[in-house]
């Protein structure tokens, strides 16, 4: 009987094995939002995820127009959201680089970035 | 490698399914034998004896396993949280830092405290107070694998819900298998010692794990329908995702296995109250025995399963 259950189960497998899932959608949203135009340099950027996230090995990195960091560094972690303070980086495009590593153990990343208009 | 359309991670998958497997194993048989066994043993004495040395002896190994299991799931989930490669990451820098720091590491301590507590109280299992005491502490090792998981990381009162509904569906689970690998052990005895003693003591404990098994059977859909809710959502992410074919599959599983235990229950059961020694009877015996093995295999590929789907990202997050 044994047999024939597994025997059974191999159609079903073919059947179900068809297809890719993709496209990881973890960052629920940030402030400032992503893609977004904002007047003057935020003081700091804080991204809400959809699980709750281990501070010791989760980072975020943000650059200026001209690729420097304006991070300062260790970001703050509560619960799914993370947030880092920024240094003065002027205006232009702002991209920023995230890393987390989610409670139940898993690793992902991503990136976005945001306008500064002066 | 690519499965169901889902990428796998090899080592992880099967050092998870080995210790879910064993855990289970262990805190089931602790309970078969403090509900089941040690309740229906007053008729048949040495019968008793002999079914509590071999359940004995599966809590000690599948303890060992367990342990040993845990501790190689710590070192790989260590490097895969460093993202560094297995070799790189067995620094105690590294390793002092997801220990001390990350959840995962913080419950996997416990659970290894928890574990030397039943070695401890197995090592003095005569006494009640180390019987009692291994089975609640084999409880908390079994219910802290919800913190290790999905349900860990859900926020909000959210993450309650899915924390409770993960706790209890782990230990209907280990009270399901565990149960039936005692309830094999305990069925083979009866059929190679045919008293009528021997027979009635298998029918109790038996009838006793059947009663049991509704309740978990129960307990295992409903909870099983909350996390899959919270960590499928949609139909269409059920169909389309790696995570939700792997579930349908499980799901498949799990009703073969339900088939099984109702034949079990409905036909076999009841078989064994027919005079004892009869051929009609030891049939009911056999086949009860052979069915219980068949429901282990069904359980170990669910579990097989359940080592995969922990290592995916829950369908919810694709859609």
């Known amino acids: ?118 | 490698m690519n499965w169901l359309g889902a990428a796998v991670d090899g080592p992880l998958v099967v050092i998870r399914a080995i210790h879910f497997a064993a855990t289970a194993i262990l805190t089931g048989t602790l309970i078969f034998r403090a509900v089941v066994a040690e309740a229906a043993s007053a008729s048949a004495r040495p019968a008793a004896i002999v079914v509590g040395t071999q359940t004995l002896r599966v809590a000690w190994t599948s303890l060992a396993i367990s342990a040993a299991s845990g501790m190689i799931w710590l070192l790989l989930v260590a490097a895969s949280m460093s993202g560094l490669s297995f070799g790189e990451s067995m620094t105690s820098d590294v390793l002092s830092t997801v220990v001390n720091e990350t959840q995962f590491g913080r419950v996997s301590e416990i659970r290894l405290v928890l574990a030397v507590i039943i070695a401890g109280c197995l090592a003095y299992v005569r006494f009640p107070l180390a019987r009692g005491l291994a089975l609640a502490t084999s409880l908390g090792l079994t219910a802290a694998l919800a913190w290790t998981g999905h349900a860990g990381s859900t926020a909000g009162e959210m993450g309650i819900l899915h924390l409770t509904a993960d706790t209890l569906h782990l230990l209907a689970a280990a009270i399901w298998l565990g149960g039936l690998v005692s309830l094999v052990l305990l069925l083979s005895v009866s059929r190679r010692d045919q008293t009528p003693a021997v027979v009635s003591f298998a029918r109790d404990a038996t009838q006793r794990f059947s009663v049991m098994g509704i309740a978990v059977v129960v307990v295992v859909f409903a909870t099983g329908i909350i996390n899959a809710w919270i960590l499928v959502g949609s139909w269409h992410a059920l169909i389309v995702t790696g995570y939700g074919r792997l579930l349908i599959l499980k799901v498949v599983l799990f009703a073969a296995m339900l088939l099984i235990a109702a034949a079990n229950r409905f036909w076999l059961t009841p078989r064994l109250a027919l005079p004892s020694g009869s051929e009609p009877q030891y049939e009911a015996v056999h086949r009860l025995e052979r069915n219980s093995m068949i429901e282990i295999a069904l359980a170990l590929l669910i579990f097989a399963i359940v080592g995969m789907l922990g290592t995916l990202h829950p369908a919810i997050h694709f859609l």
């Not at chain 1, 799914?80 to 898993?106: E, K, P």
């Open chain 1, 1 to 118: 009987m044994r047999r024939t259950t597994l025997a059974g189960l191999i159609p079903l497998l073919l059947l179900l094995a068809t297809g890719e899932a993709s496209a990881h959608a973890f960052l629920d949203h940030a402030e400032p939002r992503v893609g977004n135009t904002v007047a003057t340099a935020p003081r700091e950027v804080t991204l809400w995820f959809t699980q709750k996230l281990e501070p010791a090995f989760s980072t975020i990195t943000v650059t200026n127009s001209a690729g420097q960091r304006v991070d300062t560094g260790k970001a703050r972690v509560s619960g799914s959201q993370m947030t880092v303070s920024l240094r003065s980086g002027g205006a232009g495009t702002y991209h920023v680089t995230w890393r987390v590593l989610s409670v139940d153990a898993h690793t992902t990343d991503g990136s976005f970035s945001f306008q500064v208009s002066k």
